[in-house]
């Protein structure tokens, strides 16, 4: 497929990078020589270095044939202007990166509408979500979920005192009556697709997946459900943060942000509710944060500017045994260091982002065939899940899925038919309309009959 | 550098350099000629060796950075010459295995120089051969490579960028192995219809798909003693227009093949190009005129000599050393400057001078002037400072190149012309020189040290020098 790409800036890089992995084609754009010297140098994508607004720089990336043209640039105007300009000019689906607060929903649907744009991303906005999907379901270090939350997928760090350590698969279906699947397991670097005789050890990070009634009940008899998190302390004033402080709110929780600079601070307090409480304040100060109420506090969100201060707040708030920290993270390297200081929560806007456009693009390139519902990348993007909403003509319709001959390292882990939900064993067949979720380690599935050897 | 990725692409490469035998070896038994067998053992070599390689050397790193591209491309360029010298040598026809390795390298080099002295008794296979490294050394060995392999490894634009003639190579489209395919494309569609052209003048087939090979990689290898000259005036028409198309920028074609006009008129390089080559074609003709006293037969000659050396391919249908000074002089300058960037032609490129002219002329004008502001452009974009600064360095070591040659070469006791022509026609891939190295005569004469470092040169010059230089750098090898 064809792509362009405009503004390759943080979040543009990450989505240029993850669309690549895709073997899309590739044009970027962007009017600093140097990152389009450093990118045509690092990838197979071709470079055009001039400014996305102007209808020569445009036709020179052949903006008309191009099936998605993205604008990533930092100014939302800019971006508006580029996909306008892209969509007359040829480009089949545009998405433009809107992020500035002055666009209230209502304005930006109009936007949207007028200006045809397919989709619009705000990165902030996105990670908010996710955060807060997180703090709603802390028992998880990251939970997703499927059609309808009739499927949620969370994924579980396994810790040396767990019940989990040196128990096998088939041991812990055994012992727990739900009905429940371990995905995918990620150990030492290397994510596997683990059978009945595999082995749980301390350190490995599983992917569960159930119907929501079975996870709560899984998890409870683990002895590891944690309730969703009332009191949450946000350290520095982003824009994720007032997002998911708006949320957090909309959700009758209460939330304390502690942000250094003042102006933001007054900025802060004249858009969120009055029931935010907004502390101007070093949050990098142990006498402050204690002064604030860590010790008491259900959950610790660190979302400066700053990876390095995130990671070290977030380390000391573990210490303080906050039951549940997240921190922010934008450089790739952090976020393993983060997993061997223990936080195993941390969140990537970048990341996000990508995946949703890596979600998007996939969807575009089969609309023929069952089409991709949704799109989770796991196991620190080595593991995929996929939905899929079966195709009227899909070949292997009604056969048993023990006849089925799979590609290896693929799992059908999920039926949902009408209101069922089912763990499918040998016997199940796939019909259309089901939705099936598939597991995939190591390959990139655009249709459903990928899955056949 | 991750030795293991360099050694299994060159590996690969070998193995690709085995199966385009059997183009030659086809070629010999259809002509019934014994040089057949010397062209299944070299494929039999070639096999098992590239097999070896790329299978030992074949590993987790996947990796290409400049380092990897710059010393693949070397390696590569070396280990095909070495190799596709030995049909010459197994067969006889050139017993010396420096000779023929010489004469590979001018094939891959697209240079042109040969050390027969009776290239009209040496069999067809063998003869086909050697034009056929014209061919593939002319729009690149590895960009071939890459055109046909199923997945090309990522930041493979290194060694596109390494390998392709010019200081800045774009890509056309997104794609590596896309925009190499674009190139072999066009590359073949000129010379498919070079060879047309030429079956309509009446000349026999195997002639004609020699010929155009040769043009087409502006080499200059031709069947003949007189190279050119004993063809009709309608073929040598031909041969000069064709050498002078492949010496534009195939870039341009692409945007020709799209439509963009205005971008293929708006290329001052292009402009520069056919200046340079109309104000020499006329000087030159006013020049031979009393010589010839014939107008057509003058304007011919000079058009053909001058296509020629411009687009550094190398044939010849008149002896230029037997020209008036003014004339040999005029040449002799032509050898510099080459073709378009981003052609099959050699030298200095003509990009290069457009962006040297332009900065002595902001120089002379910042002593006038001592407060002006200038700028570099190249077909309609200003120049970054930067890119102007790698233009004057280029230079600067591709003088010294030749300084080098041409002293190392100076043991022989030729005269100075026909030492310092030799240099400056090896590092420009042209072929022929003045003198003892003279259209109508070769490189036989010298010594098998000489031969080496003509050899070099030709290599140094073809892949504009930094490859080849870096190998002898002690930090390339390094393994941090």
Same mark, same amino acid.
């Given at each position: ?118 989709m619009v991303i705000n990165p902030e906005q996105l990670t908010a979500q996710a955060i807060f999907n997180i703090l709603k379901f802390p028992s998880a270090v990251k939970s997703e979920t499927f059609t309808r939350r009739r499927f949620e997928m969370a994924e579980l760090s396994v810790k040396p005192s ?92 209460? *939330? ?198 | ?11 690969? *490469? ?284 003058a304007v011919r000659l000079s058009a053909f000599q001058v296509s020629s050396l411009l687009t550094t391919t190398g044939y010849a249908t008149a002896d230029f050393d037997l020209w008036p000074q003014l004339s040999k002089a005029v040449l002799f300058l032509l050898m510099f400057s080459g073709g378009c ?140």
């Amino acid at each position: 497929m064809k792509i362009v790409i405009v503004g390759c800036g943080k979040i543009g890089q990450s989505i240029l990078k993850s669309l690549v992995q895709e073997n899309h084609e590739i044009v970027a754009v962007d009017s600093d020589p140097d990152v389009i010297n450093s990118i045509t140098g690092n990838y197979d994508v071709m470079g055009v270095c001039a400014a996305g607004t102007h209808y020569k720089t445009l036709s020179d990336a052949m903006v008309q044939n191009a099936e998605l043209f993205i604008a990533t640039t930092g100014s939302d105007e800019l971006n508006m202007l580029s996909c306008f300009l892209a969509k007359r000019m040829g480009a089949k689906h545009t998405v433009a990166r809107i992020r500035g607060q002055e666009y209230s929903t209502e304005n930006l649907k109009f936007i949207k509408q007028q200006l045809e744009l397919s989709m619009v991303i705000n990165p902030e906005q996105l990670t908010a979500q996710a955060i807060f999907n997180i703090l709603k379901f802390p028992s998880a270090v990251k939970s997703e979920t499927f059609t309808r939350r009739r499927f949620e997928m969370a994924e579980l760090s396994v810790k040396p005192s767990s019940p989990l350590d040196g128990v096998s698969l088939s041991e812990l279906r055994r012992r727990y009556s739900a009905a429940f699947l371990v995905c995918a397991v990620l150990r030492g670097g290397r994510a596997y697709i683990p059978g009945g005789s595999f082995v749980l050890e301390a350190g490995d990070k599983l992917g569960l997946l159930a119907a929501p009634e079975d996870m709560q009940k899984l998890l409870r008899g683990m002895g590891i459900l944690q309730k969703s998190a009332k009191h949450v302390i946000i350290l520095g004033g982003s824009r994720i943060a007032r997002y998911l402080a708006e949320e957090l709110i909309r959700s009758e929780n209460s *939330v304390k942000i502690i942000e250094k600079d003042e102006e933001r601070c007054a900025e802060l307090c004249g858009t969120l509710p009055d029931n935010a409480i907004v502390i101007c304040g070093d949050g990098s100060d142990h006498e402050l944060l204690t002064e604030e109420g860590l010790d008491r506090s259900d959950a610790f969100v660190a979302l400066t500017g700053m990876d390095e201060e995130n990671l070290l707040v977030a380390y000391y708030a573990l210490g303080r045994r906050v039951p549940k920290v997240i921190a922010k993270i934008s450089q790739d390297s952090y976020s393993d260091i983060g997993g061997q200081l223990g936080i195993d929560c941390v969140v990537s806007p970048k990341h996000i982002t990508a995946d949703l456009l890596v979600q998007y693009a996939r969807a575009l390139q089969n609309s023929l065939g069952s089409r991709i519902e949704t799109l989770y990348s796991l196991m620190n993007g080595r593991v995929e899940a996929l939905e899929f909403d079966v195709a009227d003509d899909f070949a292997c319709a009604g056969v048993a899925i023990k006849d089925l001959r799979l590609k290896p390292d693929i799992l059908l882990a999920g039926l949902i038919r009408g209101e069922k939900t089912i763990i499918p064993g040998g016997d199940d067949v796939i019909l259309p309309h089901d939705r099936v979720i598939v597991i995939a380690a190591g390959q990139r599935l655009c249709d459903l009959s990928d899955v056949i050897a | 550098m991750r030795y293991k990725i360099v050694l299994h692409t060159v590996g690969r *490469v070998i193995l690709f350099e085995a199966a385009l035998l059997l183009l030659p070896l086809a070629a010999a038994l259809i002509y019934g000629e014994s040089c057949a067998e010397a062209f299944i053992i070299t494929i039999l070599i070639a096999a098992a060796l590239g097999f070896a390689v790329s299978r030992l050397c074949s590993g987790a790193e996947k990796d290409i950075f400049i380092r990897e591209g710059f010393a693949i491309v070397s390696l590569s360029w070396i280990s095909i010459s070495a190799i596709g010298a030995l049909p010459f040598v197994i067969s006889g026809e050139i017993p010396s295995y420096i000779d023929a390795f010489f004469e590979t390298v001018s094939g891959f080099t697209t240079t042109g120089a040969s050390i027969l002295t009776d290239v009209e008794s040496m069999s067809r296979g063998l003869l086909f051969w050697r034009s056929l490294t014209h061919w593939l050394g002319g729009m690149g060995v590895l960009v071939f490579v890459m055109a046909i392999m199923e997945k090309v490894p990522d930041r493979s634009i290194n060694i596109l960028r390494a390998e392709m003639p010019g200081h800045s190579v774009d890509k056309l489209v997104p794609r590596s192995r896309s925009t190499a395919k674009i190139l072999y494309y066009i590359y073949l569609a000129l010379t498919v219809l070079e060879v047309v052209f030429l079956l309509c003048g009446g000349m026999p087939l195997y002639d004609s798909i020699v010929h155009a090979l040769g043009t087409a990689g502006t080499g200059g290898f031709g069947i003949k003693a007189d190279s050119i000259a004993s063809y009709s005036h309608y073929l040598q028409w031909v041969i000069t227009v064709f050498m002078l198309l492949f010496g534009v920028s195939f870039s341009l074609y692409y945007l020709i093949l799209l439509r963009k006009w205005k971008a293929v008129l708006g290329s001052n390089e292009l402009r520069c190009y056919l200046g340079i080559g109309f104000a020499s074609f006329v000087i030159i003709t006013i020049n031979i005129y009393p010589m010839y006293g014939n107008i057509a037969d003058a304007v011919r000659l000079s058009a053909f000599q001058v296509s020629s050396l411009l687009t550094t391919t190398g044939y010849a249908t008149a002896d230029f050393d037997l020209w008036p000074q003014l004339s040999k002089a005029v040449l002799f300058l032509l050898m510099f400057s080459g073709g378009c960037m981003g052609s099959t032609a050699g030298g200095l490129k003509i990009s290069r001078i457009v962006v040297l002219a332009q900065s002595v002329r902001n120089e002379l004008r910042r002593a006038l002037l001592p407060r002006s502001v200038s700028s570099v452009k190249l077909n309609g974009r200003r120049l970054d400072p930067l890119e102007v600064k790698a233009v004057h360095s280029y230079f600067a070591i591709y003088l010294s190149v030749i300084i080098a040659v041409f002293l190392l070469i100076s043991f022989e006791p030729f005269g100075m012309e026909t030492n310092l022509s030799a240099a400056v026609s090896c590092v420009n891939n042209i072929g022929p020189g003045f003198h003892l190295v003279g259209p109508a005569a070769n490189y036989a004469a010298y010594s098998g040290f000489s031969k080496l470092v003509l050899s070099l040169a030709m290599l140094l010059g073809r892949l504009e020098i930094f490859p080849m230089l870096l190998l002898f750098s002690p930090q390339l090898w390094s393994r941090r």
